[in-house]
């Protein structure tokens, strides 16, 4: 197999990095796409062509690797695709290896003699119009996927000359030949709406003859407080207090694993989530109950970040550019992180040692475990214990609006959904309000 040279496996890390790929991942990033370069080099594909992508897979799909496996594969080499359309042309020429180079000289396969056009403008045109109206980067990391195998279905045409018959026989293809779901094509809906808007500059028009996903409407998985406790029980710290606190205040996952230091208030008894959903912040009361949990852990935090700091070592992760606006904050208590992860993250170009947030992958690994382990005849995510929090809320005749205030739901009729979870309670008698 094909070893890697130095300088293009530490561009890798430095890439990784700046698009967020989690510390736990970047050694399985690294081997696939080692193993892409060995197949793209016995199979004398060009390691820059998205086709070469998608006969890697069906290659791993024909070994009988797992779904999961095979995404995380596509996540790895999607990465490596992406670090070479954010370089200059003679920098990417530094990266990419020797034989590549002999190969594609001799075979005349390089990007520039293959049939398809060269996208990589438009991804690094794609990350520019992302990062100036302040969208995630799991929003980045979704347009990105969904352009990519548009691109691979119009076989890397030139850009400028589609059409909206490009996109409607695209959303057509995915309803009828990959049978996704109706969220899955509206999600790449709206990736090329913003892909022919504001990357390409040009009309979308009318969409029409478009053969739809079918829309269902799945009542949420609610689990009783018997079941929750039982999985909790079945639980190590911080996980168990994880999950308590996604029942106990309704938080998405992320939204939990994001928690600072200074986002916990003991003397309001008030959560505060910050950037949730939608860039939206909101305020939770704290469980009464976890209090003294939730201080034990701030304890261990503590102890945690001044090891951190008698090692040196440049303080956590933060957002945006608060770095640059406080400069000191990344090694100050408040910011550190409620859940931090196990190790610290090196950051190669920098030369930096920095911490992040326990990984999502790790939380419901563990929820997993614990439901398996506690009996839970239901399918149940880390996502359920906040549908469990409105359902019982809700059962306990509070109002919807103050219930949608709570989740951070932006309209009421996506709260809604949970007045299917609970028994409606009725009076069948008529009476007089003059007789209650």
Same mark, same amino acid.
């Given at each position: 197999?094909?070893?890697?040279?130095?300088?293009?496996?530490?561009?890798?890390?430095?890439?990784?990095?700046?698009?967020?790929?989690?510390?736990?991942?970047?050694?399985?990033?690294?081997? #696939?796409?080692?193993?892409?370069?060995?197949?793209?080099? @016995?199979?004398?594909?060009?390691?820059?062509?998205?086709?070469? &992508?998608?006969?890697?897979?069906?290659?791993?799909?024909? @070994?009988?690797?797992?779904?999961?496996?095979?995404?995380?594969?596509?996540?790895? =080499?999607?990465?490596?695709?992406?670090?070479?359309?954010?370089?200059?042309? !003679?920098?990417?020429?530094?990266?990419?290896? %020797?034989?590549?180079?002999?190969? *594609?000289?001799?075979?005349?396969?390089?990007?520039?003699?293959?049939?398809?056009?060269? #996208?990589? #403008?438009?991804?690094?045109?794609?990350?520019?119009?992302?990062?100036?109206?302040?969208?995630? @980067?799991?929003?980045?990391?979704?347009?990105?996927?969904?352009?990519?195998?548009?691109?691979?279905?119009?076989?890397?045409?030139?850009?400028?000359?589609?059409?909206?018959?490009?996109?409607?026989?695209?959303?057509?293809?995915?309803?009828?030949?990959?049978?996704?779901?109706?969220?899955?094509?509206?999600?790449?809906?709206?990736?090329?709406?913003?892909?022919?808007?504001?990357? /390409?500059?040009?009309?979308?028009?009318?969409?029409?003859?478009?053969?739809?996903?079918?829309?269902?409407?799945?009542?949420?998985?609610?689990?009783?407080?018997?079941?929750?406790?039982?999985?909790?029980?079945?639980?190590?710290?911080?996980?168990?207090?994880?999950?308590?606190?996604?029942?106990?205040?309704? &938080?998405?996952?992320?939204?939990?694993?994001?928690?600072?230091?200074?986002?916990?208030?003991?003397?309001?008894?008030?959560?505060?989530?910050?950037?949730?959903?939608?860039?939206?912040?909101?305020?939770? %009361?704290?469980?009464?109950?976890?209090?003294?949990?939730?201080? *034990?852990?701030?304890?261990? =935090?503590?102890? /945690?970040?001044?090891?951190?700091?008698?090692?040196?070592?440049?303080? =956590?992760? &933060? *957002?945006?550019?608060?770095?640059? @606006?406080?400069?000191?904050?990344?090694?100050?208590?408040?910011?550190? #992180?409620?859940?931090?992860?196990?190790?610290?993250?090196?950051?190669? !170009?920098?030369?930096?040692?920095?911490?992040?947030?326990?990984?999502?992958?790790?939380?419901?690994?563990?929820?997993?475990?614990?439901?398996?382990?506690?009996?839970?005849?239901?399918?149940?995510?880390?996502?359920?214990?906040?549908?469990?929090?409105?359902?019982?809320?809700?059962?306990?005749?509070?109002?919807?609006?103050?219930?949608?205030? &709570?989740?951070?739901?932006?309209?009421?009729?996506?709260?809604?959904?949970?007045?299917?979870? =609970? %028994?409606?309670?009725?009076?069948?008698?008529?009476?007089?309000?003059?007789?209650?």
């Amino acid at each position: 197999m094909i070893a890697l040279p130095e300088k293009l496996t530490q561009a890798f890390n430095a890439h990784m990095v700046k698009s967020g790929v989690p510390a736990p991942l970047q050694s399985h990033f690294r081997k #696939w796409l080692r193993f892409y370069v060995d197949f793209c080099h @016995k199979y004398r594909h060009p390691y820059s062509d998205t086709d070469s &992508l998608q006969l890697f897979l069906q290659k791993l799909s024909d @070994k009988g690797q797992p779904q999961k496996l095979r995404v995380q594969a596509q996540e790895a =080499v999607e990465v490596y695709l992406q670090m070479l359309a954010t370089k200059e042309r !003679e920098q990417n020429k530094t990266l990419s290896l %020797p034989v590549m180079q002999k190969e *594609e000289a001799q075979t005349g396969t390089g990007a520039q003699s293959h049939t398809g056009k060269d #996208w990589r #403008w438009i991804y690094a045109k794609l990350e520019e119009e992302i990062k100036v109206r302040h969208y995630s @980067k799991k929003t980045l990391q979704s347009y990105r996927s969904w352009i990519r195998k548009f691109q691979t279905f119009v076989k890397s045409r030139d850009a400028h000359i589609l059409t909206s018959t490009e996109v409607r026989d695209f959303l057509t293809y995915l309803a009828v030949e990959k049978e996704v779901s109706a969220a899955s094509q509206n999600l790449a809906f709206n990736a090329l709406l913003f892909l022919y808007r504001n990357v /390409l500059g040009k009309d979308f028009g009318k969409v029409d003859g478009v053969v739809r996903a079918k829309q269902r409407k799945n009542i949420p998985v609610v689990l009783s407080r018997e079941e929750i406790s039982r999985i909790v029980g079945c639980l190590d710290l911080p996980y168990s207090l994880i999950v308590q606190l996604l029942y106990g205040c309704g &938080l998405r996952l992320f939204e939990c694993l994001k928690l600072r230091v200074h986002d916990l208030d003991f003397s309001t008894g008030m959560l505060r989530v910050h950037d949730g959903k939608g860039k939206k912040d909101r305020s939770i %009361p704290i469980p009464v109950v976890l209090f003294e949990d939730l201080k *034990e852990q701030i304890e261990r =935090v503590a102890e /945690l970040h001044q090891q951190d700091c008698a090692e040196k070592y440049d303080g =956590v992760f &933060l *957002e945006g550019r608060l770095d640059v @606006k406080y400069p000191h904050a990344a090694k100050e208590f408040p910011w550190q #992180w409620i859940f931090p992860a196990r190790a610290l993250t090196l950051l190669p !170009e920098e030369g930096e040692l920095r911490r992040y947030h326990l990984h999502p992958a790790h939380v419901q690994k563990a929820i997993k475990k614990g439901v398996a382990k506690a009996v839970i005849p239901k399918r149940a995510t880390a996502h359920t214990f906040r549908h469990s929090y409105a359902s019982h809320l809700l059962q306990a005749n509070y109002d919807i609006h103050t219930i949608q205030k &709570l989740l951070g739901h932006s309209d009421v009729r996506t709260t809604m959904i949970y007045t299917q979870t =609970v %028994p409606s309670k009725t009076i069948k008698s008529a009476k007089s309000p003059l007789d209650f």
